[in-house]
T-cell receptor
Framework: AQSVAQPEDQVNVAEGNPLTVKCTYS??????LFWYVQYPNRGLQFLLK??????LVKGSYGFEAEFNKSQTSFHLKKPSALVSDSALYFC???????????FGAGTRLFVKA | DAGVIQSPRHEVTEMGQEVTLRCKPI?????LFWYRQTMMRGLELLIY????????DSGMPEDRFSAKMPNASFSTLKIQPSEPRDSAVYFC?????????????FGPGTRLTVL
């Protein structure tokens, strides 16, 4: 069965510092991995995805994520956090050639000025 | 591009009433998904349409829930009769194709409160 784990309910970081939001997954077959961000009272916004190729994926708003097959991880990173990055972040996975997306529980990011 | 459009944005109703949520996918997209988000269960896929045909409705909680997609630019999710436990945020998403590599784009959601 497919699953996604976001081990941290909340991440706190100071503005200007690097941030990491963790995600691990379990799927059969090749994984397709996604990160979304949700601001209050808004829908999910797509940040980036890994399908194949380079393990380091660059996305919107300066975010990037590193696919690590041996550790089955897809952590979201940003070199320098902004207060405006404060939001709820979701990792998602599809596997086995299927259409069904499994979302993690979400990690709330707080960036303090 | 207007993005995925959902209406209404907020709905408050009383238990037993019929509720209809509406979605207009991004033009040119042929796959549409309905999700439900709650604190307890997170984000759950309810039903998936491809080319207006329901492909998988295994996530629909029970017979009180039904979804239709009469054409490529419109879908509805109906709850009849509604119950307080149906209170949640309902999202519609669309993608260009049903391919697993495709990105799903989400609407702003409908916040449903059933009293």
């Amino acid at each position: 069965a497919q699953s996604v784990a976001q081990p941290e309910d909340q991440v706190n970081v100071a503005e200007g510092n690097p941030l990491t939001v963790k995600c691990t997954y379990s799927v059969s077959g090749n994984p397709y991995l996604f990160w979304y961000v949700q601001y209050p009272n808004r829908g999910l916004q797509f940040l980036l995805k890994y399908i194949t190729g380079d393990n380091l994926v660059k996305g919107s708003y300066g975010f990037e994520a590193e696919f690590n097959k041996s550790q089955t991880s897809f952590h979201l990173k940003k070199p320098s956090a902004l207060v405006s990055d404060s939001a709820l972040y979701f990792c998602a996975v599809r596997g086995g050639g299927g259409f069904k997306t499994i979302f993690g529980a979400g990690t709330r990011l707080f960036v303090k000025a | 591009d207007a993005g995925v459009i959902q209406s209404p944005r907020h709905e408050v109703t009383e238990m037993g009433q019929e509720v209809t949520l509406r979605c207009k996918p991004i033009s040119g997209h042929n796959s549409l998904f309905w999700y439900r988000q709650t604190m307890m269960r997170g984000l759950e896929l309810l039903i998936y349409f491809n080319n207006n045909v329901p492909i998988d409705d295994s996530g629909m909680p029970e017979d009180r829930f039904s979804a239709k997609m009469p054409n490529a630019s419109f879908s509805t999710l109906k709850i009849q009769p509604s119950e307080p436990r149906d209170s949640a945020v309902y999202f519609c998403a669309s993608s260009f194709t049903g391919d697993p590599t495709d990105t799903q784009y989400f609407g702003p959601g409908t916040r449903l409160t059933v009293l």
